[in-house]
C-alpha cells in the first residue's frame, strides 16, 4: 500500500489540504499527516472547528463520503523530530506540502530541517523521492522567487495553488479539486478529479 507524507502548513487554502486528503484517502493511501501550529489554526478559521485535526477523518468522511479505515490516517506532531518520517529508512514514497508557507518553503529551500514538516521534506530530496510543494502568496518577493528555484533544483515540484478556469467551475470545490487532482499527478497517482483537456 502506497504511504504518503501530507504536511499542512500556514498559508492560506486550506479546504486545497482537505481536498487532497480527501482524495488520496480514497486512492488507497495511507497518510502520515502532519500540521504546523499555523496551518492548524487556518485550517479552523478558513473551514471551522469541524476540521480541527482529531475532527479531521470524520469531517473528509462526511464532506466527501470517503470512509477513513482505522490506520488509514497517522497523525504526527510537528515537532516531533523523532517521528518515522525524519529518516529515510521509513517507507513514505512521496510527500506534498499543501498549502506551503514561504517560512516553510525557505527552510526546505536551506535544508533548516526545524520542524518534522522540514525535516521529512528534506528526506524525500536526499532520497530522491517525490516532492510537491503547492506554495500561496501573492505577490512574491525576490527571496521567495529565489526559494522556489532552490527547492526546485534539488528536486522539488513546485506547484503553485493556482486553480484553472478552463474546465468551467462552478463551485469553490470544483477549484479545490483541480488543485487536488494536480497535486495526486504531481505525486505519481491517475486522477479524475477535473476533466482532462482534449483539444480545441
Ligand atoms: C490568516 C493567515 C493567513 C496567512 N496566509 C499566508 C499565505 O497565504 N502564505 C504564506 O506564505 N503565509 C501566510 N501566513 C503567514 C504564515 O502563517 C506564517 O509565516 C507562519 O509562521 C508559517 O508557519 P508554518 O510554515 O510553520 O505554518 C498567514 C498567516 C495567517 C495568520
Redesign the pocket.
Known sequence: MTHVALG??????ALYAVRTLAALLAHGATVELVV????R??LR??IGPEAAIDRLATYVTSRYGVAVEPGRLVVHS?RDLGASLASGSQGCEAMVIV???????A?IAHGLSR?L?ERAADVMLKEKRRLVLV????PMSLP?LRNMVLCAEAGAMILPAMPAFYQQPKTIDDLAAFIAGKILNGLGFDQQLFPAWKGQ
Not at 499542512?8 to 487554502?13: D, E, L, P
Not at 504546523?36 to 496551518?39: N, Q
Not at 506554495?135 to 501573492?138: K, S, Y
Open positions: 499542512i502548513t500556514g498559508a492560506s487554502g504546523s501550529d499555523y496551518g489554526r487556518l478559521d478558513e510537528n498549502p506551503c508557507s514561504m517560512k516553510t518553503l527552510g520542524s514538516i506554495p500561496r502568496e501573492t521567495e
